[in-house]
């Protein structure tokens, strides 16, 4: 059985830190690519960032890039999100996404996502 579990989600004031944690099994993890989506209230599913199968990241956004870094570790199964001075605009519910490295068709899988809220 395929199972993603993110956590680490909170609430947290703006400028503060999270790391989310995201902890996959059921499939083998070192040939997927790992992505992390976020879904704020009103808005459409957002793609945060992708961190290959080997580990080289890909950042989406000016607003994200240089606050947010992607990480993963393929011996413990794990892929994190390291959140730094976090905004209002970062409140939303992160998804940990899995997707076969080299052949996408093959399984895309989704977590049921974390909850982050940024407010003083």
């Known amino acids: 059985q395929v199972r993603l579990v993110e956590s680490g989600g909170g609430l947290v004031q703006p400028g503060g830190s999270l790391r989310l944690s995201c902890a996959a099994s059921?499939?083998?993890?070192?040939?997927?690519?790992m992505s992390w989506y976020r879904q704020a209230p009103g808005k459409e599913r957002e793609l945060v960032t992708t961190?290959?199968?080997?580990?080289?990241?890909?950042n989406y956004a000016d607003s994200m890039k240089d606050r947010f870094t992607a990480s993963r570790d393929n011996v413990k199964n794990m892929v994190y999100l390291q959140m730094n001075n976090l905004k209002p605009e970062d409140t939303a519910v992160y998804y940990c996404?899995?997707?076969?490295?080299?052949?996408?068709?093959?399984?895309?899988?989704w977590g049921q996502g974390t909850q982050v809220t940024v407010s003083s």
């Open positions: 961190i290959s199968s080997t580990g080289g990241t890909t």
């Open positions: 059921g499939f083998m993890f070192s040939n997927y690519a």
């Open positions: 996404n899995a997707r076969h490295q080299r052949f996408p068709t093959l399984g895309d899988y």
